[in-house]
T-cell receptor
């Protein structure tokens, strides 16, 4: 079975804090993605990675960075959290015979 | 810009009815389409996919139809059950890029 694990399901952080969201996959997929999901706006792509140490900006990268040191792990970093970054964050991987994208369960971040 | 959209934000049906959720896309270069189901508090779950060289694909109680002429995608759920209540997203993919998602349709199934 496909497994995409987001270790932190619910976080509350203060404005200005540095935040790490971790995502681990066990399918040996090369492609990994970070989306945020907000009511009325749907899923928006923040960053994605095609391979270790490679990253590409998505549609809304401002205020975020990412790290892909190992194939199975893709981290989203908020250098200085702001209240506008309160959202649900979804990690996904892409691969397999059908090149399907699989999602983790999501991380709910509240910035106060 | 190009985007994927759904025709209706909400759809209410009775248990046992067939449900049809529609989606329009604008990028003719997209070659792969996916339907996802998202239940409250959870991540999107893959339901069914279809490639651009197909018109129809069937799964268990679900069918996806692709009309490339009018750039339209639909998800049909047979004998809808209360457990089918969720938000349904269509997504399009071009080779080498990330998925583009529609805004989602909320399906409500009443007993």
């Amino acid at each position: 079975d496909v497994k995409v694990t987001q270790s932190s399901r619910y976080l509350v952080k203060r404005t200005g804090e540095k935040v790490f969201l971790e995502c681990v996959q066990d399918m040996d997929h090369e492609n990994m993605f970070w989306y945020r999901q907000d009511p009325g706006l749907g899923l928006r792509l923040i960053y994605f990675s095609y391979d270790v140490k490679m990253k590409e900006k998505g549609d809304i990268p401002e205020g975020y960075s990412v790290s892909r040191e190992k194939k199975e792990r893709f981290s989203l970093i908020l250098e200085s959290a702001s209240t506008s970054q309160t959202s649900m964050y979804l990690c996904a991987t892409k691969g397999g015979a059908g090149n399907t994208i699989y999602f983790g369960e999501g991380s709910w971040l509240t910035v106060v | 810009g190009e985007s994927v959209g759904l025709h209706l934000p909400t759809l209410s049906v009775q248990e046992g009815d067939n449900s049809i959720i529609n989606c329009a896309y604008s990028n003719s270069a997209s070659d792969y389409f996916i339907w996802y189901k998202q239940e409250s508090g959870k991540g999107p779950q893959f339901i069914i996919d279809i490639r651009s060289n197909m018109d129809k694909r069937q799964g268990q109680r679900v069918t996806v139809l692709l009309n490339k002429t009018v750039k339209h995608l639909s998800l049909q759920i047979a004998a809808t059950q209360p457990g089918d209540s969720a938000v349904y997203f269509c997504a399009e993919n071009q080779a080498g890029t990330a998925l583009i998602f529609g805004k989602g349709t909320t399906l409500s199934v009443s007993s």
